[in-house]
């Protein structure tokens, strides 16, 4: 049986979602796939039960997400003494860090067919000059050791173009990382049930937002602009974990807004979350192609979104509910329209995401597994 393994640096508690569509793909056309990463934040039992499920092999390697860290020369014997054992047909790689070690440990082996999936350049319009000038020559010069190269974005699609791959190398823009959107308007509970528990009454308007707890998902403007729109009887619910949870916490506290901006944490009940809720709010400074947001257009919710790439490929340039992610005034008035708004933005968001379908994603991975390409 032919061998494929998908890299990634961090494991997080269960297989994640971004990763779902490329292994079902490889596990479709009869590969024997495993799964590499570190693994230090898996939940028992929901991770190897996952991975049971799927049918996956999965291989803990030390990476660190610092690519100055010390911790990667470690992760860099651990995945050559695993592709040295495994001898892999395909080697799928993914994030800074998975994608160097990935293709330097597979150049060495002499892996016949190595991908490389960019899910956001950390050099985009805009960004910090040392991004520029230490992640655009890495990249450049990683593509030399790439036979494919995966852009989600048409920004990133746009430049890799200028990136040399290997002798008939391809590049290749996929939509994202696929989402059921069925699966988002099917609610286990009843909206008025969910917004019960939350403790929120039943006619309120409610604005939901979701991601990692970090600076880069700019949650406190967010926060800011919501105080700032003083919309009546309205709610912020802001869903997920990380470093800056006890500083978003403060926020809300000096604020004075506790009763009517809630933390919830991470959570695993997020169809129930969206459907109770009524418009989404992603203020993000950075994106490749965000999952969130391909959660929220699922549930049929229109989206106040920051004006970046990813965001602007699920909605489209003309989309009249962006702002920039440092205007907080500009986030309110965007606030303030929506819930007055009358157009039918549940059918403009379903419509436009049914082109990033999981379905459609795994067949798009299918074709690159098998060396299907329109040029």
């Not at 660190?64 to 651990?78: G, I, Q, S, T, V």
């Not at 604020?255 to 709010?281: I, P, T, W, Y």
């Amino acid at each position: 049986m032919k061998k494929f393994l998908y890299i990634t640096h961090l494991s997080g508690k269960r297989v994640n979602r971004l990763w779902i569509s490329a292994l079902t793909a490889a596990l479709a056309q009869g590969y024997e796939v495993h799964l590499a990463c570190n693994k230090s934040q898996i939940e028992e039992p929901g991770w190897p039960e996952d991975c049971r499920k799927m049918g996956i092999i999965d291989h803990h390697i030390d990476f660190n997400r610092d690519p100055l860290n010390r911790e990667n020369k470690k992760a860099y014997k651990e995945l050559l003494q695993l592709m040295q054992k495994e001898q892999f047909d395909i080697v799928h790689c993914n994030t800074p860090i998975g994608g160097m070690l990935g293709r330097i440990c597979a150049h060495k082996v002499g892996t016949p067919y190595v991908i490389y999936q960019a899910h956001g350049f950390h050099f985009w319009d805009g960004a910090p000059l040392k991004n520029w000038m230490f992640y655009y020559p890495f990249e450049k010069w990683m593509a030399r050791y790439t036979d494919t190269l995966i852009t989600i974005n048409k920004e990133d699609y746009n430049r890799s173009l200028k990136f040399k791959t290997k002798k008939y190398g391809h590049k290749i823009y996929v939509h994202g990382v696929g989402v059921i959107v069925e699966d988002f308007q099917n609610p286990e509970n009843s909206k008025e049930a969910v917004r019960e528990k939350l403790g929120i009454n039943s006619d309120a308007f409610v604005f939901v937002t979701t991601g990692e707890l970090i600076h880069r998902k700019n949650q406190a403007t967010a926060i800011k602009a919501f105080v700032n729109a003083n919309i009546p009887n309205a709610y912020l619910l802001i869903c997920g974990s990380g470093e800056l949870f006890e500083t978003l916490n403060n926020l809300i506290n000096n604020l004075g807004c506790k009763e009517h901006v809630k933390l919830l944490g991470f959570r695993q009940d997020m169809v129930d979350v969206l459907n109770a809720s009524n418009a989404f709010v992603f203020p993000s400074f950075q994106e490749g192609l965000p999952v969130a947001q391909m959660e929220a257009m699922s549930a049929g919710l229109p989206c106040i979104v920051s004006k970046i790439r990813g965001n602007t490929d699920l909605l489209g340039e003309d989309y009249l509910y962006y702002f920039d992610p440092n205007d907080i005034n500009g986030l309110s008035i965007k606030m303030k329209k929506i819930v007055t708004d009358t157009y039918n933005w549940r059918k403009y968001s379903i419509e436009h995401i049914k082109n990033f379908s999981f379905d459609k994603v795994v067949s798009e991975f299918s074709k690159i597994y098998n060396k299907q390409f329109d040029d």
